[in-house]
């Protein structure tokens, strides 16, 4: 089978729904699987920071939801692109699919970075611009969800939309480089996934294996959004009455 033909049958309604119905067990038991490891190793088998205490703790749900907040819209960007250059339709899917999961992702960043600041800095909330940046982007995702009905005509709503998320994506290296471009309370970078570590390895590991339970958790709630959305959308086809028979058996 060529790549181009794999393509075709990925990018089609039926071959995806197919794969997204293979892939979601398999997401949902990594999920769990890891989320339960890096949960009990970083609460539980990971030491104390020497100045932070038990607070540092909050690192394993914060930094995983920041991290992938930043994921998900550079592959937004890329579906955009996709769609507005390719226009292929299952690009337009996965941008309102993925929307919702970045906001809710971002939003949770916000609230466990507050509840981190509080003890640190004395206050729940400051305008840094690491926090103020990645304020912006739950505002920008939640632009994109709400063009996504904003025109009558869904075909323009779709230009403007994914111009939009193409847009937005000047925020992303912001947000990155904003602890480094401007004089901040912010911390710096003590963790990174392909050079060497800040943070003990004890204390490292569990967070590492926490952003592959949210990566994976990211991707299982995408993929279950798409799939509904096509399935929903395709109702009608004979291939849909077929899918939903072989559910039920």
């Excluded at 809710?104 to 940046?133: E, F, H, Y």
Aim: aromatic share 14%.
């Amino acid at each position: 089978m060529s790549l181009w033909t794999l393509w075709y049958r990925l990018t089609s309604p039926k071959g995806f729904t197919y794969f997204a119905t293979a892939c979601i067990p398999w997401l949902a038991l990594g999920c769990l699987l890891t989320l339960a490891y890096g949960l009990v190793a970083g609460l539980y088998v990971a030491p104390a920071d020497y100045q932070q205490e038990d607070a540092f703790r909050i690192i394993y749900v914060h930094v995983p939801c920041a991290f992938v907040s930043l994921l998900i819209y550079s592959a937004l960007t890329v579906a955009a692109i996709t769609c507005l250059v390719w226009r292929v339709k299952l690009a337009n899917t996965f941008v309102d699919a993925a929307a919702p999961v970045g906001a809710a992702l971002t939003l949770l960043a916000l609230v466990t970075g507050s509840l981190w600041g509080k003890p640190m800095w004395g206050t729940w909330w400051i305008w840094d611009a690491r926090l103020t940046s990645e304020l912006l982007l739950l505002f920008i995702y939640c632009g994109i969800m709400a063009l996504k009905n904003a025109f009558p005509d869904k075909r323009q709503g779709s230009v403007f939309k994914n111009a939009f998320v193409v847009i937005g994506s000047v925020n992303l290296p912001i947000i990155h480089y904003s602890v480094a471009w401007w004089n901040t309370l912010h911390q710096g970078s003590t963790f990174t996934l392909l050079g060497p570590s800040k943070i003990a390895p004890v204390m490292s590991q569990p967070l590492t294996v926490m952003l592959v339970a949210f990566s994976l958790y990211a991707a299982l709630m995408v993929l279950l959004n798409m799939r509904n959305a096509v399935l929903l959308e395709c109702q009608r086809a004979r291939w849909v009455s077929a899918w939903l028979a072989k559910r039920k058996r």
